[in-house]
């Protein structure tokens, strides 16, 4: 298999940052936290959870830019993707929330936001080869 574009693999990762920002901050940061019981004030160390978040960012976009190949056609790669955060994520989020007891508005928070990041991830995997 020809080489993965890192540069596309490293803006993908990157894009996690600003749609969680968004998504996690004025769109549905109260609601989330509510929906989750977390108490703002209360979390872990920020280098910590968005440092680990990074990382994981890194190797779903790594994963997925490899999934799609070298050199995707766009619209298949944001079909793709948003396959993959329905298709996957959500469903698979959807099992452990069941077991765990959460609520469905979490659940759509968090499904909502991984849909997405997938969906963006193949829009720039698409364009940028």
Known sequence: MEA?????VLAAALSSFLLG?????????????????????KQGHPAKIFGGAFVFSLIAAGVFAYLLGPAPAPATAVCTGAIVGIGFVATSFGINYLFAQRGAKLWLIDAGYHTLQFTLFGLILGLWH
Request: charged share 10%; hydrophobic share 55%.
């Open 21 to 41: 920002g968004i998504w996690y901050g004025p769109l549905f940061g109260k609601a989330w936290n509510a929906a989750a019981g977390m108490d703002p004030q």
């Open 4 to 8: 993965i574009n890192l540069w596309a």
